[in-house]
């Protein structure tokens, strides 16, 4: 069975790190490029940010820069995100997602979804 597993997500003080990470089963990730998504409570999804399937390259959206670093480990069928400098607006449901290409891409190309971890930037 095909499943994609977000973890790492909690509640957080600003200023404060965490790392998510996006774990598949049943497939191999290692040949897809894999995308962070993020959706606030009443606010549209959107693109956190991306690495290609070699981990050559990637991007940010700049929201993000400089705060958030993706990488990933294929031996291990496992991207991160890790994330520092965490603000209030960060609170989300972060989402992972395999796109249908090696390189990085827009949302109509995922063809895998994970269900979300929650992120929550408070004190």
């Known amino acids: 069975q095909l499943q994609l597993v977000e973890s790492g997500g909690g509640l957080v003080q600003p200023g404060g790190s965490l790392r998510l990470s996006c774990t598949a089963s049943g497939f191999t990730l290692n040949y897809y490029a894999i995308n962070w998504f993020r959706q606030a409570p009443g606010k549209e999804r959107e693109g956190v940010s991306c690495?290609?399937?070699?981990?050559?390259?990637?991007n940010y959206a700049d929201s993000v820069k400089g705060r958030f670093t993706i990488s990933r480990d294929n031996a291990k069928n496992t991207v991160y995100l890790q994330m520092n400098g965490l603000k209030p607006e960060d609170t989300a449901v972060y989402y992972c997602a395999v796109s249908r290409h090696y390189y990085c891409s827009g949302y109509d190309h995922m063809a895998y979804w994970g269900k979300g971890t929650l992120v929550t930037v408070s004190s």
């Open positions: 690495i290609t399937s070699s981990g050559g390259s990637t």
